[in-house]
């Protein structure tokens, strides 16, 4: 994908990392907000490293001062987006609020909260569908994206284990880590559908079904 970059010192000779200066932090997020743009626009397969310096006005050696490479500068926005994602989780599976807001059968209202909030962001989803078929090609990039995807559905999980007293699994889930894997997988298909159609509502109304059917257990 991207050629093999120079190699440079990422600690300092006492081992410990270096500093992170406000000026340092401000190149690397201009880097991550251009590269995103150009991942979005371009496609990631067909971006080069100079393609995001030119969009965010840096020369290489800045680039190659914060990332090795353009898949370590993915890595860092997919890390991005997972912490955002996990955030939009924790704040929707929270079961004090379901409770205070709550009309009707309090996961019914975490259910409303997670279709209403979680990140789906048309251009996020072209730049994450196309590195997901470059990862196909490549086990080591593959293994290391599953890896960032761990985190997800680790966050759904911790918040399902949370919100347990409210839930009625049907039997074909199973358990919270059950669950907790299917409801990445609505979202993974839920944002295919959006990719297809353009239609946020749309998607956020299949959410709610797709969610309320995996955690809640249909009436006898």
Known sequence: ????????QRRRPDGAAPRVTKRRGRTRARLLAAAFEVFAAKGFG?????????AAGYTRGAFYSNFDSLDELFF??????????ADQVTAALSVEGAVEEAAGPPIQAIIERVAATLLLDRDWLLVKTDFLLYAARDPAVADRLAAHRDRLRTAVEQRLH????????????????GAARAVVAAYDGVTIQLLLDGDLPAARAWLTRLLTALLTRARE
Do not use: K
């Open 76 to 85: 860092a926005l997919y890390d991005e987006r997972a912490d955002l994602i």
């Open 1 to 8: 994908m991207s050629s093999p970059t120079p190699a440079r």
């Open 162 to 177: 949370a919100a347990r007293a409210w839930l009625a699994l049907p039997p074909a889930i199973g358990d919270v880590p």
């Open 46 to 54: 067909r971006v080069r490293i100079e393609d995001v310096c030119e």
